[in-house]
């Protein structure tokens, strides 16, 4: 086919051989030619390979609009985002259509007779597949105009009478026509707002102010929902819950790796943050949605865990900032200026307030914990708390160096204790070995092997 740039007119677009595709025949033949391939078209997505996806896939096969379901921070709006990838790079609109009607297949009233005036010298232009998916956060002021549309005022003043189409201001949904529409927690939309979309999720016409215009829309319509509202709250009303083809239950990762990959793909880190930190924070989060002290139907986000990466970054970029060290590295002490900033993010269970400190602590020593002993098991630590129990003491902290933690800890002689616990955790620069040094000295005192005082930032290990 030729350059889309190149083809301004029907005439050329009919000779260049392109053919009209309704939009649901075109995601479902660009998925099938990306499974065939071996393509992900999923990219970005963690965790919902066995699970979500094959759902997904399959309800675009069958053509059905879409709505997940679950709690926040699952990745749904990201999910959706990601159909964009399955429309046509380049697709052709008539020049100056309001709803990016194609050339082949006009369904406006204006369109329509500019196509049968001109007929192959009806201009083209070319829209992006990026520029085909809209979405919409819906809130309770959201309004029928909004989604659907309204008379405008100007056109009538202009002399147009109130029943002619032409005096239609299109909203969101028309304007998405070949396109995806996304409307982000459904539920919140009021009831009578809900009740203007069903003729467009099925009957595909509108109906603004009184009269009918009936349009050939062709839109995807994807939703998501709090599950909590969906099913116990009824706020998603029945004859739209049925215009849904597909009903997709969304997760929060299943394992530690899946957590951390999404930890690392989102987090806009400032500063290095070694992997175990990472898999702390990832069994940290799991723990939490474990927990009973937690509102689960609340859920936790997976936000909490990215935003916990991020703020361990920054407290290795201030330390490295006021300590002049050439290289910010996050280490363990940094972990507990994660909690004290991201209790927000967590919803507790109502008989626990006041405790909510402690919970969090709680529940990342456990993670840290178990850490700990996934990189340490088998490593024999004897000398260095016979050292420390002669009455050697380690200092660290949120402002304390790396040079200065690495110069407190206790010789140990012939002993490879160090660098076996630094090999273990893939430590090679002075930084990162004192971050490995705190982990061990933690992973002892959770042991109860050894003691631990901190006051005013600073921990002291003896």
């Not at 649901?24 to 078209?41: H, V």
């Not at 020049?95 to 196509?115: C, K, M, N, W, Y």
Request: negative net charge; charged residues 30%.
């Amino acid at each position: 086919m030729t350059s889309p740039s190149a083809i301004t007119t029907t005439g050329q677009l009919r000779e260049s051989g392109h053919t009209f595709r309704p939009l649901r025949e075109e995601l479902r033949e660009n998925l099938l030619a990306a499974l065939a391939e071996g393509r992900d078209p999923w990219p970005g997505i963690h965790g919902f390979d066995t699970t979500v996806i094959p759902q997904l896939e399959r309800a675009i096969l069958a053509g059905h609009d879409i709505v997940l379901l679950g709690e926040r921070g699952q990745g749904k709006t990201r999910l959706l985002r990601s159909l964009v990838g399955l429309l046509d790079e380049w697709s052709p609109v008539i020049e100056g259509s309001e709803l990016g009607e194609h050339p082949f297949h006009p369904i406006t009233p204006v369109s329509i007779r500019r196509a049968a005036e001109l007929g192959d010298d009806l201009p083209v232009a070319w829209r992006h597949r990026s520029e085909r998916y809209a979405e919409k956060l819906a809130t309770p002021d959201t309004s029928v105009a909004d989604l659907i549309g309204d008379i405008d005022p100007i056109k009538v003043a202009e002399g147009r009478s109130l029943g002619d189409p032409e005096t239609i201001h299109y909203g969101l949904v028309p304007r998405s026509h070949r396109g995806i529409v996304a409307i982000n927690e459904l539920p919140d939309l009021a009831e009578r707002i809900q009740v203007s979309l069903l003729n467009v999720m099925e009957e595909r016409d509108i109906q603004i102010r009184g009269y009918l215009l009936r349009l050939d829309l062709d839109v995807l319509v994807v939703a998501t929902a709090n599950p909590e509202d969906y099913t116990n709250r009824g706020r998603i009303i029945t004859p739209l819950q049925d215009r849904f083809g597909a009903e997709i239950r969304t997760h929060y990762p299943l394992t530690i790796a899946e957590e951390i990959a999404v930890i690392r793909q989102e987090a806009d880190l400032v500063a290095e943050v070694p992997g175990y930190l990472l898999e702390v924070l990832a069994r940290f989060t799991r723990n939490l949605r474990e927990s009973e002290a937690v509102d689960q139907r609340a859920g936790v986000s997976a936000r909490f865990a990215i935003a916990g990466a991020e703020t361990i970054a920054a407290s290795a970029l201030h330390r490295a900032t006021r300590q002049r060290e050439e290289v910010a590295v996050a280490r363990p002490v940094d972990l507990e200026t994660a909690v004290d900033v991201l209790g927000g993010k967590i919803e507790f269970e109502t008989g626990e307030e006041g405790r909510e400190h402690a919970i969090l602590e709680h529940l990342l020593r456990t993670a840290v914990a178990d850490t700990a002993r996934s990189y340490f098991r088998g490593l024999d630590s004897t000398v260095l708390v016979e050292a420390l129990r002669e009455g050697v003491t380690v200092m660290t902290g949120e402002q304390v160096s790396a040079a200065d933690v690495l110069t407190a800890m206790p010789v140990l002689g012939e002993s490879d204790l160090y660098d076996e616990a630094a090999r273990r955790l893939d430590a090679k620069t002075p930084s990162e070995r004192a971050g490995a040094m705190e982990l061990l000295l933690e992973s002892l005192y959770l042991e109860r092997r050894i003691g631990k005082d901190t006051v005013a930032g600073e921990t002291v290990y003896g």
